[in-house]
C-alpha cells in the first residue's frame, strides 16, 4: 500500500520507485530495461499510468528511459561480455514491445497509421515507427494549443539526447555512432516542422552544433575520425532534408537556418568530393542523394536550389582566369544532380548556368568541357520540353548578361559558346542578335580600326545557325 512506504519515498512512492530504478538517466540500460520490463508487464500500473490519475510525465519517462536504453545499448556490449550484451538485447526487445503499447504511444502509433504489423519489433526499427509517428500525428494537428502541448511531449520523450550519446563521440564506438547519428538523423527529417518552432529550436541548433559541424571537423589540419565520416555519410541526407524544412518554415531562425545549412553542404560537399569524377564517389555523395528524388516535390526542390546556390557560391568560382579546384568533380557532381531530378522550374535550373558558360568559355581540359556541355545542354533541353519549345526568358537573360560582360575580352570564345547553345535552341539566341550585333559594333569603333575581320567571321558561323532572323542580321551586316 502506498501508506505503508517508507518516509522518503511519500508522498508518491510509486514514482519515486520508478524514478529510483528505471528513470534515472545514470542507471545502467541492463538494469532499467529489467526492472521496466517486468513493471510494464502489470496491467494494473499501465492502467494507472494512463488513467490521469498519475503524474502526466509518467509514460513519457518510460518511453525516454526506453529511447536512451535503445541510443546507450553499445555502451554495454562488449567482445569481452557477450552474455551481458545478450542478455540486453533480450531485455531492451521486451521494454520495446511494452513501451509500444503504452496507451499515450498507441494512440500515437494509431493516429499515424502507422501500427506495427510484426509481433515483436525490434527496438531499432521500432524507434523509427515512433519517431515517425510523432512526426505524422504533428502534421496533422491544426490548432495551436494541440501543436504546442505535442511539441512539449515530444521534447519529454527525447530528453537531453545529447548527453545521452556524449560517450559515443569521447569513445569513438563504430556502431555506437552509426545509431547515433541515424536516430538524430529520423528526428531531424520527420520532426523537421516540430522542431522549428521556438520551444524546439535549441534541441535542433545543438544537434547542428555537436553532430554535422562541431569544431573538431572543421579543423582543417587535423582529420577527422574515420567513424564519425562513416556515420554521416550514411546519415546526412536525413540531416538535409530535416534541416531544408526547417529552414523553410521557421518563424524566428529561419535565416540562421539557412546559413547553417549551406554551412553543412558546403562542409560536406568538399569532404566527400573526390579530386577527379569517378563514378562511385560521385553518385554516391551523400549530398547528392539528399537532392534526389523520382518524382519533384516543393520540398525537394527547395533542397536543390539550396545545394545549386552553394555549387554556384563555394566551388564553381573562377579567380580570374584561374578555375576552381576539383573543377571536372564538381561538374561531374553537378550534372548527376540536374539529370537525376525532373526539374523544369527556370530559377532552379538557372542557378548554375552562368558558371557553366564561364567553363566553356575558359577551360580547354577537354573532360570539363565535355561536362560543362553536358550541363548546358541537359538545362536547355528541359526548359525547352517544359516550355514546348519555346524561348526561356530567364534562360536569355543569363545568355544577354554573359554576353555583355565577356563579348569585349573574349570576343571568340563567346560565339563559340553561343554557336554550342544554338544548336540546341536556335530561337533562343536568336533573341540575342540585337545585343550581339550592337556589341560588335561598339567594339569596332572603339578600336578606330574599322571591320574587325575575324570577329566578323565567328559572328557571322553563328548567325548561320539562327535560321531567318540569322540570315537577315547577315544581310544587315554586310551593308555596313
Known sequence: MPSSAPQDLQPH????????????????PLLVTRYLSHLLQNGELVGWMGSGSASGSAQALCVRAWFRCVLQQHLHKSPDNSRAGKVLDEQLAELTRLVLRLPEIDSLLQRASLQPTASKLEPKPALALFIKSVGRVYATLQLLAERSSLVCKALEY??????????????RSSDGLQLTYWTLGCVVKHWSPLLATIKAQSLLLRIVDVLLLPHSLLQQEKAPPTQVLSALRDTLPLYLQGLSVAASVSQTQGAYLRQQLRNVIAQYVSRFLPATPTTGAVANHPVLLAGCEATPTPRGAVLRRTILQVLRDNFLQFKGHAPPPRLAAVLSFLLELLRRNNDTDPDLLTITLPPALRCLMLVNEPQVKRLSADCLQLIVERRL????????????TVLRTFVEENEAVYELQVY???????????????????????TLRNIEQKRGLGRNISLRNAYKSLLGLLGEAGQAELVSLDED
Open 13 to 28: 512512492p510509486l514514482q519515486a520507485i520508478m524514478q529510483c530504478f528505471g528513470w534515472d538517466e545514470m542507471l545502467c
Open 158 to 171: 527525447v530528453g537531453d539526447v545529447l548527453k545521452f550519446i556524449k560517450p559515443y563521440l569521447l569513445n
Open 385 to 396: 520540353s517544359a516550355a514546348r519549345d519555346q524561348p526561356c526568358e530567364q534562360i536569355i
Open 416 to 438: 563559340s559558346v553561343l554557336e554550342t547553345v544554338a544548336i540546341l535552341s536556335p530561337s533562343t539566341v536568336s533573341s540575342l542578335i540585337p545585343v550581339l550585333s550592337r
